[in-house]
């Protein structure tokens, strides 16, 4: 049901700070129907044999190609902007969420938000500021403070037919729902066998802030991974947080999406026409040749800094944005490590139990021979996150932890 | 089809009473529509509301399909707990025979529109939305017949065409789906309503309590039906709850305590809620019941309680013979026509285990069918797009 476009970034470096004009978008006519991704579907085998997708697999080959005359770790060059694309408008992240969530409300009206304060605040992260005034009381949802309860309620709602985004205020505060969302929104459909779908996505900022405190700066990536029956992604740009919302709103399975409390004021030029990102695959940020750079959400930030550092030293690392963490792109992350034969992962989570450890015994399965060294996993200290500043900086993966690590895996 | 039957059983004992059986026959056909009054027996108490009337209308066509589907129920039930001894079932039983009354008594309230969401103690329930013997008992042995596919068990039944929303293990976690439900309905604006049962064991749940706070203030059309069997598990209502009247429980919103052994009760408690909330929000029914088997399978049900309260309860108070009673003293069967009745559920019932029996065993490719919606490519996989990697025999 979902129509799945792949929009592109050529050079998506330093986004932080410029705007990114050129993209390639798929044009409507090569949409995947989903029969042929049921025939093909992309397997990697660990004794090297691969199973594509014919048609995919060439248009991304020819995107890289294309791709790697823009895509240096400096400034992207306005003027190499595709003339053919619209110039497009810029706007900071939550408002790019916003603008999502505004067309799939008015494209469908069985859509609706509940959560914390969405309503007349107009959202804590001012994600959903005027959505209440346009559609009504019905469809933005003031819930009190009950996360178990209203979680709960949507998952009943979606239930019947309705596709309610619940917003949790911060991501922590959703394991008060953990129940609801392990047991009812991940297995109804299985247990139900077939009767019912839980089109639900759950949303909200997680992630250490600055200097939040312990409780309001945790990762819950790392607890709902293993639930069956949900698909978890995570937006770290304008460009594909308005993407993934809006395809996770179309999807018919429970998605959960990750924003990270410190990306909300990231500025970005998106194209004015529609599009989405398709939620299962990952996003080449910076394609090399050295070694395979896995990351995703803020982290992603923090690799691109220390990518700066390592051109300078004469490194040439690909940085991927794995986008989606549940599944894992391992189309795009196997060819990326059958290319360079080594893996950095740099994520947020803990050590413990977290996206890379996941990630970590995914590659080892699948790509053990192609691997030139060890995986080397980047993660947080597995602590509480501390209020000072400077502890806080050290329980967080910092750039040049980033580039030592490099260092020490290209020798 | 309650008529035919009786009509073929009440030919053959003209033989043996034929101004009686004549008298019966003719008095039933005749009859089955018009209206029979029939007073509660014991009144409602009320928590900020008026009680409604005790008077109820039935007829006896009403009566003895009555009878008909608790007589269905309970041989259900009794059926389960034989094929659980016998290994047949495994995992968790919850019967429910004892309280076949709440089921039957809601259904006739309310149309196949309204929602019914319930906990684990979901068998009866299911039948009276219109689930059929052969999928429970193809469900309960997991086998490819069960309404879900042999995936989810005793405590997963769910109908979605009639609106039955489950089934579901984790206490009280299915009240907030059901204030969904409700919600979805208001969205909707078709004015059903939504039944969430629970126990009184979940009564003491805090998300019970939240969800209803956020129906009360957004007027969502739920009614909180609490079936109190008296025991949460082992532990008797007085152990667990300070104050056991979870009718009052609601504090701002109306409550109903009803004798939930009576299915005319539960019906008429029923339709009145349903109008309550379409009107004016939620509202909470207690309903009085009892179960005689223990919370499970796995619980001989006598070391919390005693066997003489067990059967001092189905002496006084069984629904059966309460509707049994009824038939005959409106002279709509004779005793003979109703055991009758009970000897072909009986039939049905062991028809149902023997076809179930024959269904097969879910097919090994269904392990992952149904885990994501439209397979998305494969139908389930781990972190690492692909089937499980073991050889499915």
Same mark, same amino acid.
Not at chain 1, 151 to 172: D, V, W
Not at chain 2, 35 to 51: G, K, Q
Not at chain 2, 213 to 233: F, K, Q, R
């Given at each position: 049901?979902?129509?799945?476009?792949?929009?592109?970034?050529?050079?998506?470096?330093?986004?932080?700070?410029?705007?990114?004009?050129?993209?390639k978008?798929?044009?409507?006519?090569?949409?995947?129907?989903?029969?042929?991704?049921?025939?093909?579907?992309?397997?990697?085998?660990?004794?090297?044999?691969?199973?594509?997708?014919?048609?995919?697999?060439?248009?991304?080959?020819?995107?890289?190609?294309?791709?790697?005359?823009?895509?240096?770790? $400096?400034?992207?060059?306005?003027?190499?902007?595709s003339?053919?694309?619209?110039?497009?408008?810029?706007?900071?992240?939550?408002?790019?969420?916003?603008?999502?969530?505004?067309?799939?409300?008015?494209?469908?009206p069985?859509?609706?938000?509940?959560?914390?304060?969405?309503?007349?605040?107009?959202?804590?992260?001012?994600?959903?500021?005027?959505?209440?005034?346009?559609?009504?009381?019905?469809?933005?949802?003031?819930?009190?403070?009950?996360e178990?309860?209203?979680?709960?309620?949507?998952?009943?709602?979606?239930?019947?037919?309705?596709?309610?985004?619940?917003?949790?205020?911060?991501?922590?505060?959703?394991?008060?729902?953990?129940?609801?969302?392990?047991?009812?929104?991940?297995?109804?459909?299985?247990?139900?066998?077939?009767?019912?779908?839980?089109?639900?996505?759950?949303?909200?900022?997680?992630?250490?802030?600055?200097?939040?405190?312990?409780?309001h700066s945790?990762?819950?990536?790392?607890?709902?991974?293993?639930?069956?029956?949900?698909?978890?992604?995570?937006?770290?740009?304008?460009?594909?947080?308005?993407?993934?919302?809006k395809?996770?709103?179309?999807s018919?399975?429970?998605?959960?999406?990750?924003?990270?409390?410190?990306?909300?004021?990231?500025?970005?030029?998106?194209?004015?026409?529609?599009?989405?990102?398709?939620?299962?695959?990952?996003?080449?940020?910076?394609?090399?040749?050295?070694?395979?750079?896995?990351?995703?959400?803020?982290?992603?930030?923090?690799?691109?800094?220390a990518?700066?550092?390592?051109?300078?030293?004469?490194?040439?690392p690909?940085?991927?944005?794995?986008?989606?963490?549940?599944?894992?792109?391992?189309?795009?992350?196997?060819?990326?490590?059958?290319?360079?034969?080594?893996?950095?992962?740099?994520?947020?989570?803990?050590?413990?139990?977290?996206?890379?450890?996941?990630?970590?015994?995914?590659?080892?399965?699948?790509?053990?021979?192609?691997?030139?060294?060890?995986?080397?996993?980047?993660?947080?200290q597995?602590?509480?996150?501390?209020?000072?500043?400077?502890?806080?900086?050290?329980?967080?993966?910092?750039?040049?932890?980033?580039?030592?690590?490099?260092e020490?895996?290209?020798? | 089809?309650a008529?035919?039957?009786?009509?073929?059983?009440?030919?053959?004992?003209?033989?043996?009473?034929?101004?009686?059986?004549?008298?019966?026959?003719?008095?039933?056909?005749?009859t089955?529509?018009?209206?029979? $009054?029939?007073?509660?027996?014991?009144?409602?108490?009320?928590?900020?509301?008026?009680?409604?009337?005790?008077?109820?209308?039935t007829?006896?066509?009403?009566?003895?399909?009555?009878?008909r589907?608790?007589?269905?129920?309970?041989?259900?039930?009794?059926?389960?707990?034989?094929?659980?001894?016998?290994?047949?079932?495994?995992?968790?039983?919850?019967?429910?025979?004892?309280?076949?009354?709440?089921?039957?008594?809601?259904?006739a309230?309310?149309?196949?529109?309204?929602?019914?969401i319930?906990?684990?103690?979901?068998?009866?329930?299911?039948?009276?939305?219109?689930?059929?013997?052969?999928?429970?008992?193809?469900e309960?042995?997991?086998?490819q017949?069960?309404?879900?596919?042999?995936?989810?068990?005793?405590?997963?039944?769910?109908?979605?065409?009639?609106?039955?929303?489950?089934?579901?293990?984790?206490?009280?976690?299915?009240?907030?789906?059901?204030?969904?439900?409700?919600?979805?309905?208001?969205?909707?604006?078709?004015?059903?309503?939504?039944?969430?049962?629970?126990?009184?064991g979940?009564?003491?749940?805090?998300?019970?309590?939240?969800?209803?706070?956020?129906?009360?203030?957004?007027?969502?059309?739920?009614?909180?039906?609490?079936?109190?069997?008296?025991?949460?598990?082992?532990?008797?209502?007085?152990r667990?709850?300070?104050?056991?009247?979870?009718?009052?429980?609601?504090?701002?919103?109306?409550?109903?305590?009803?004798?939930?052994?009576?299915?005319?009760?539960?019906?008429?408690?029923?339709?009145?809620?349903?109008?309550?909330?379409?009107?004016?929000?939620?509202?909470?029914?207690?309903?009085?019941?009892?179960?005689?088997?223990?919370?499970?399978?796995?619980?001989?049900?006598?070391?919390?309680?005693?066997r003489?309260?067990?059967?001092?309860?189905?002496?006084?108070?069984?629904?059966?013979?309460?509707?049994?009673k009824?038939?005959?003293?409106?002279?709509?069967?004779?005793?003979?026509?109703?055991?009758?009745?009970?000897?072909?559920v009986?039939?049905?019932?062991?028809?149902?285990?023997?076809?179930?029996?024959?269904?097969?065993?879910?097919?090994?490719?269904?392990?992952?069918?149904?885990?994501?919606?439209?397979?998305l490519?494969?139908?389930?996989?781990?972190?690492?797009?692909?089937?499980?990697?073991?050889?499915?025999?």
């Open positions: 049901m979902a129509t799945i476009f792949q929009g592109l970034r050529g050079g998506a470096a330093a986004a932080l700070t410029n705007s990114i004009d050129s993209k978008l798929l044009s409507r006519s090569t949409r995947r129907s989903l029969s042929e991704r049921k025939v093909s579907f992309p397997v990697v085998r660990s004794d090297g044999s691969v199973n594509l997708n014919p048609g995919g697999s060439n248009a991304r080959a020819r995107r890289v190609d294309q791709l790697i005359t823009n895509a240096v770790a $400096t400034k992207a060059d306005s003027s190499a902007a003339s053919t694309s619209k110039p497009g408008h810029e706007l900071l992240l939550f408002e790019a969420l916003r603008e999502g969530l505004e067309e799939e409300m008015d494209r469908d069985h859509v609706c938000v509940m959560g914390e304060d969405v309503g007349h605040y107009g959202g804590s992260y001012k994600v959903t500021r005027g959505l209440a005034d346009k559609y009504g009381d019905l469809r933005v949802l003031d819930t009190p403070i009950a178990n309860s209203f979680t709960g309620m949507g998952i009943g709602a979606a239930m019947t037919g309705l596709r309610p985004i619940i917003e949790g205020m911060n991501m922590g505060f959703l394991l008060l729902a953990f129940n609801q969302i392990s047991n009812n929104c991940g297995m109804l459909h299985y247990t139900s066998g077939g009767q019912f779908t839980i089109p639900v996505v759950i949303r909200g900022p997680g992630g250490v802030g600055r200097q939040l405190g312990a409780e945790q990762r819950l990536e790392s607890y709902f991974q293993s639930i069956p029956g949900i698909q978890m992604v995570a937006c770290s740009t304008p460009y594909n947080a308005k993407g993934l919302m395809a996770a709103i179309r018919e399975n429970p998605v959960i999406l990750f924003e990270h409390v410190l990306l909300y004021n990231l500025k970005e030029r998106i194209p004015d026409e529609e599009y989405i990102c398709n939620l299962e695959e990952a996003e080449m940020v910076r394609p090399g040749e050295h070694v395979t750079i896995l990351t995703y959400s803020r982290m992603r930030y923090h690799v691109m800094q990518a700066k550092t390592l051109v300078n030293k004469g490194y040439d690909e940085v991927i944005d794995i986008r989606s963490l549940k599944p894992f792109d391992l189309h795009m992350i196997g060819n990326s490590v059958k290319k360079t034969h080594r893996v950095l992962i740099v994520e947020e989570c803990m050590r413990t139990g977290g996206i890379g450890a996941s990630l970590t015994a995914a590659i080892t399965e699948n790509f053990h021979d192609y691997l030139d060294a060890p995986i080397v996993c980047l993660s947080s597995d602590v509480p996150t501390p209020y000072a500043g400077t502890l806080e900086e050290w329980t967080v993966v910092q750039p040049a932890q980033i580039v030592t690590a490099v020490q895996l290209c020798q | 089809m008529l035919s039957h009786l009509k073929s059983s009440s030919s053959r004992s003209n033989l043996v009473k034929p101004l009686a059986a004549a008298f019966s026959l003719r008095r039933l056909i005749s089955s529509t018009d209206p029979i $009054t029939i007073e509660t027996s014991v009144p409602f108490a009320t928590h900020r509301c008026d009680p409604p009337s005790r008077t109820v209308e007829n006896p066509q009403e009566l003895l399909s009555f009878f589907v608790m007589a269905t129920m309970r041989r259900m039930e009794i059926a389960a707990d034989s094929l659980y001894k016998a290994k047949l079932i495994r995992g968790f039983c919850h019967l429910y025979d004892g309280q076949e009354a709440v089921a039957v008594g809601m259904e309230a309310i149309t196949k529109k309204d929602s019914i319930t906990a684990y103690r979901d068998h009866c329930t299911f039948l009276g939305r219109g689930g059929t013997l052969l999928e429970v008992f193809s309960l042995m997991g086998r017949g069960g309404c879900s596919k042999g995936k989810g068990g005793s405590m997963h039944f769910y109908k979605k065409d009639s609106g039955f929303y489950g089934g579901h293990g984790i206490v009280g976690a299915q009240v907030p789906l059901g204030c969904g439900l409700a919600f979805a309905h208001k969205y909707n604006k078709d004015d059903a309503v939504a039944f969430a049962l629970y126990g009184d979940a009564a003491n749940q805090g998300q019970l309590f939240e969800a209803l706070n956020i129906s009360a203030l957004w007027d969502l059309p739920v009614i909180l039906v609490c079936e109190n069997n008296h025991y949460g598990m082992g532990t008797a209502e007085w667990a709850a300070k104050s056991p009247a979870y009718y009052k429980r609601g504090d701002y919103v109306p409550g109903l305590k009803v004798d939930g052994m009576d299915a005319f009760a539960v019906k008429q408690a029923c339709k009145f809620a349903k109008e309550h909330a379409l009107k004016s929000g939620p509202i909470i029914l207690e309903m009085d019941t009892y179960r005689y088997h223990g919370h499970s399978m796995s619980d001989p049900g006598s070391t919390y309680r005693t003489d309260e067990i059967s001092g309860v189905r002496q006084e108070r069984d629904p059966i013979e309460r509707i049994r009824l038939i005959l003293a409106h002279d709509l069967a004779t005793e003979k026509e109703l055991k009758d009745i009970e000897k072909e009986r039939k049905q019932v062991d028809e149902a285990i023997a076809e179930a029996k024959e269904s097969p065993m879910p097919e090994p490719s269904e392990l992952f069918t149904n885990v994501y919606v439209k397979g490519g494969v139908e389930a996989y781990g972190a690492d797009r692909k089937e499980v990697r073991a050889v499915l025999p």
